[in-house]
Nanobody, 121 residues
């Protein structure tokens, strides 16, 4: 089990950008796969982006070309750079960490507070 603290959300206009951060506890951060998820009003939590060993990344289709996941192992922090934001990106964003598959939200038993992203039109 690791501790995760999301930050960086806010209110932006469509077409704007935000960078989310997730600070992770522990001394073996580099061994974890990291993922970003989001939950919009009236919708279930969905996978957004993942990063794992070897510099691998993966994104859900709706954010490809707009969002970039990155990590700084020295700072135990994972980031989500969000560009060209759309109103449909409005959601609470969460991060997760695991030594296994990170793309399935059903894998995780608990979630942090998340950070709210609101995109206005």
């Amino acid at each position: 089990q690791v501790q995760l603290v999301e930050s960086g959300g806010g209110l932006v206009q469509a077409g704007g950008s935000l960078r989310l951060s997730c600070a992770v506890s522990g001394r073996i951060f580099s061994m974890y796969a990291m993922g970003w998820f989001r939950q919009a009003p009236g919708k279930e939590r969905e996978f957004v982006a993942a990063s794992w060993s070897g510099g691998n990344t993966y994104y859900t289709d709706s954010v490809k070309g707009r969002f970039t996941i990155s990590r700084d192992n020295a700072k135990n922090t994972v980031y989500l750079q969000m560009n060209s934001l759309k109103p449909e990106d409005t959601a609470v964003y969460y991060c997760q960490a695991t030594r296994g598959v990170v793309t399935d939200p059903a894998r995780f038993d608990s979630w942090g507070q998340g950070t709210q992203v609101t995109v206005s039109s």
